[in-house]
T-cell receptor, first 111, second 113 residues
C-alpha cells in the first residue's frame, strides 16, 4: 500500500482558512487521493477525493500537485466543528480498494 | 447518519469470552470492511467482504473471524478475548458511486475486563 505523510498536528483559528498538506511520493497512476476525518468518538467521515484535477465540494477543496506527489486539503472557513483528525489516504482504483489509515493530522481550531 | 448500523454500541466482557459484533451496511452496498481502533494502534484494517466472499485480509488475529451473510449484513466474531482487544470496532460499507466512497458506522466499543 502506498504511504502518505502528514504533519501530526496543526492549529488554526475559527473562520480562517486551513491548509492541510499530504505527501504521497510513491503514488501510482491509478491511485485516488481520499481525505477522511474523524471527530471524537465517531467513525471516520468522507471529506473529498480526487485523481488528478482539483476538486471542490460543500465541505472542502482538494488541490493536487501536477506530479501528484502531494496534495492539500483546504477548509475555506474553519469552524469549531472542524476540529478532528484528518486522514489523507491513497486508494487503489481496482481490487480490494481498502482504506489504509496513517496517523493523520490532528486539527485544533481556536475560538 | 452514514446508513451503516452497528450493534451493540457498547459491550463489556471478561477475558476469555467470545463476542459477536454485527454490522448492517447501507442499502445495496456489497462491500463490508471491518476496522479496529485502539489508543496505541490507530485505525487498523481487519478484513473486507464483497457479496459474501472474503476480498482482503489485514491485521486480523486468528482468534477473530468474520462473515458476510446473503442479506449482506456482516458479523465479526472475537474469541478468547484478551485485555488488549479492548478497542473501538468500526464497520464500513461501500457502493458504486464515483470513487466508491466508504461509509463508516459509529462503531462498537468493546471493553475487556
Amino acid at each position: 500500500d502506498a504511504k502518505t505523510t502528514q504533519p501530526n498536528s496543526m492549529e488554526s483559528n475559527e473562520e480562517e482558512p486551513v491548509h492541510l498538506p499530504c505527501n504521497h511520493s510513491t503514488i501510482s497512476g491509478t491511485d485516488y487521493i481520499h481525505w477522511y476525518r474523524q471527530l471524537p468518538s465517531q467513525g471516520p467521515e468522507y471529506v473529498i477525493h480526487g485523481l488528478t484535477s482539483n476538486v471542490n465540494n460543500r465541505m472542502a477543496s482538494l488541490a493536487i500537485a501536477e506530479d501528484r506527489k502531494s496534495s492539500t486539503l483546504i477548509l475555506h472557513r474553519a469552524t469549531l466543528r472542524d476540529a478532528a483528525v484528518y486522514y489523507c489516504i491513497l486508494r487503489a482504483a481496482q481490487g480490494a480498494q481498502k482504506l489504509v489509515f496513517g496517523q493523520g493530522t490532528r486539527l485544533t481550531i481556536n475560538p | 447518519d452514514s446508513g451503516v448500523t452497528q450493534t451493540p454500541k457498547h459491550l463489556i466482557t471478561a477475558t476469555g469470552q467470545r463476542v459477536t459484533l454485527r454490522c448492517s451496511p447501507r442499502s445495496g452496498d456489497l462491500s463490508v470492511y471491518w476496522y479496529q481502533q485502539s489508543l496505541d494502534q490507530g485505525l487498523q484494517f481487519l478484513i473486507q467482504y464483497y457479496n459474501g466472499e472474503e476480498r482482503a485480509k489485514g491485521n486480523i488475529l486468528e482468534r477473530f473471524s468474520a462473515q458476510q451473510f446473503p442479506d449482506l449484513h456482516s458479523e465479526l466474531n472475537l474469541s478468547s478475548l484478551e485485555l488488549g482487544d479492548s478497542a473501538l470496532y468500526f464497520c464500513a460499507s461501500t457502493g458504486t458511486d464515483s470513487g466508491n466512497t466508504i461509509y463508516f458506522g459509529e462503531g462498537s466499543w468493546l471493553t475487556v475486563v
